[in-house]
DNA sequence: TGTATATAACTTACTGGTTAGTTATATACG
DNA sequence: CGTATATAACTAACCAGTAAGTTATATACA
């Protein structure tokens, strides 16, 4: 046990970020609204006017954890479009695997959750999830579906709709884990092995 | 303008609907925690210990309103699946644009936002709106999907998987909607055709 | 290299509110 | 006129954000 000599500790680096894992622990934990900031600092070792330091608001927090939990999960898929248009098959797959395993991890599918809730008071925070994170997204997937469309990999569908095909059992998936506590025996990657056969074989036999 | 000769009257077969609307749009507007007993009050008409007098607490008005608004839904589901076992592929159709019609009504909608906010805090509510509304609507399609697939009109597939197939785009497109504040130039009809075209037949060519 | 000084990084203590739920009392109406 | 139905006033908390003061640490310079 080193019992600190000093009081506190200069740490301005290091502060940002330990202040947001103190606050997506507290917003996970309470929500947006019933999160205190005097408990959000506590939990990142500082006092809430230390807090206020790096962060303008509350609000302000919940943009840095977008920017800093959710924005490099679209840049990665983005990236994969990009390369993988040789096999969209297989660059489906593997997109729709990435995103299931990370929206498996309670403290990643914090975020969205917590966009869903507060969407309707903070407009402006719904509007730049959107556009910085799900249209980015969307335009990944859509373009690798238009490439395999080109190719003739995949029949001349509404890429938009295909999208969709997509992400929505992906949604669902998360949403029945973290929202409903529902089982989750079956392992995130057999899920979207059946998923992506039902999407590409269909229905009918 | 009438005014009224008496301070109140006395309504208690009609208090309980006026408190739940009243109390429906102040969580549309607000969410749940900021949402506030008086003004919900003031909404209905009557004081914040009249509300008291019907609903016990805050919680106990959301579970009101699940039963009110969501639950009639569920058996209406569940109703098609049992009437429509002769015509799997069009009672699909029928459930799906049912779920998507009610789905972008912000006042339906507005519910399931609520358990999804608030599930972390509160299990009882996220367990009771996942066995009497969630599970029900899924054993409902399930149950035809698998009619389906004894009839050789499906495939056989994992109907739960294909549950999700069905269920996820429905709610991408009330999450677009309502969350993101996305277009919504195509009518949802429009979109459940697509989406169980892509269903039946899949991508592959 | 040791120390005075500047200032960034912190804290304590407070302001000016907010609000769920309760209690005591009044009134409508069968 | 009894009582179910209603209210006003209250309690006992809560909390985001700020102002003013304090301390750790970098750096200038003797």
Redesign the pocket.
């Known amino acids: 046990m080193t019992l600190p000599k ?7 680096a290091a ?1 940002p970020d330990e202040i947001l894992d103190a606050a997506l622990t507290a917003f996970i934990e309470a929500g947006f ?6 408990d959000i ?1 506590a939990r990142a ?6 807090v ?3 962060f ?4 302000a927090l919940l943009r840095a954890l977008i920017d800093r939990e959710i924005a490099p999960i679209a840049t990665l898929l983005a990236g994969f479009a990009e390369t993988g248009g040789a096999d969209p098959e297989g660059t489906l797959h593997l997109m729709a695997t990435v995103a299931i395993e990370r929206l498996s991890d309670p403290r990643f599918f914090a975020v969205p959750r917590l966009i869903i809730a507060i969407s309707g008071r903070f407009p402006d925070i719904a509007d730049y999830y959107r556009t910085e994170i799900v249209e980015r997204a969307i335009a990944a997937l859509s373009s690798l579906i238009a490439k395999g469309v080109a190719q003739g990999v995949f029949r001349p569908v509404d890429p938009v709709l295909a999208v969709r095909a997509v992400v929505g059992p992906v949604l669902f998936a998360a949403l029945w884990r973290h929202v409903l506590r529902g089982d989750t025996d079956v392992p995130p990657a057999r899920v979207i092995e059946g998923q992506i056969d039902l999407l590409l074989n269909g229905l009918k036999p």
């Open positions: 000093t009081r506190w500790r200069r740490r301005s502060r609204d019933a999160a205190r900031m005097d600092a070792g500082i006092s809430k006017a230390g206020y330091l790096y303008g608001s509350k609000e």
